[in-house]
């Protein structure tokens, strides 16, 4: 068992650009979760995964987010046209949907858009 | 709607016993989660709650009671180590709803 993986682990980028993230979850687990997180504030839920099929999304989340997961294994997370205000960390966690359903997090990919 | 509330900071010394409270009002409840998380690294489980009472694990042992929508994380033997912020969740279906996170300080 490796960990949930996420790359790059930091991203600098300018205003208005696109960028990418990848997540690899822990290998047999179903569920895979994207969330968000800014200093002092605990992670936001942006979007989960069951398998390759999205079940849900924040409402909080702009059109410019898009999240997918083709295979059912890994997850990309797309920010189009970023804005300041998405610097931020990004999680990834996976989970097993069993009883407990504990969430295993990535290290993240600290987001800087200047 | 979700809302978790616990204490931004608290101190406390070496050695002591520290308690960490969280409240929550939730249109669901399926688990109630502690995480501890360290500056600049991820949060990592340490204990799940479901029904009402304590679990014990270690040093750490988390308490829930569903009718008050309370819990706590209660911290033995503290050590320097166990400075970081401790984190909340409640979740409701597959979706998990985090607290601010309270910051602890253990001091010599």
């Known amino acids: 068992d490796t960990g949930v993986s996420q790359d790059p682990r930091h991203k600098i980028t300018k205003r208005g650009q696109n960028v990418t993230f990848r997540c690899d979850p822990i290998s047999e687990h179903n569920r895979l979760y994207w969330y968000r997180q800014t200093l002092g504030q605990g992670p936001e839920f942006l979007t989960y995964?069951?398998?390759?099929?999205?079940?849900?999304k924040s409402r909080l989340l702009s059109d410019r987010f898009s999240a997918e997961r083709p295979k059912g294994s890994f997850s990309t997370l797309e920010i189009q046209r970023t804005e300041q205000g998405d610097s931020a960390m990004y999680l990834c966690?996976?989970?097993?949907?069993?009883?407990?359903?504990?969430?295993?997090f990535g290290p993240g990919t600290r987001l800087t858009v200047l | 709607g979700q809302n978790i509330d616990q204490p931004t900071e608290m101190t406390a010394t070496e050695g002591a016993i520290v308690q960490i409270n969280c409240t929550y009002q939730?249109?669901?409840?399926?688990?109630l989660f502690w995480y501890q998380q360290h500056a600049g690294e991820a949060p990592t489980f340490l204990s799940y709650?479901?029904?009402?009472g304590l679990e014990e694990k270690g040093r750490f042992s988390s308490f829930l009671s569903r009718s008050k929508g309370y819990s706590y994380l209660l911290l033995k033997e503290l050590q320097m180590k166990d400075s970081a912020s401790y984190l909340c969740?409640?979740?409701?279906?597959?979706?998990?709803?985090f607290g601010d996170g309270t910051t602890l300080t253990v001091k010599p």
């Open positions: 969740a409640v979740r409701n279906a597959g979706k998990s709803t």
């Open positions: 939730t249109s669901g409840f399926n688990g």
């Open positions: 995964f069951q398998n390759e099929a999205q079940l849900e």
């Open positions: 966690a996976s989970s097993s949907a069993t009883s407990t359903d504990t969430q295993y």
């Open positions: 709650n479901v029904l009402d």
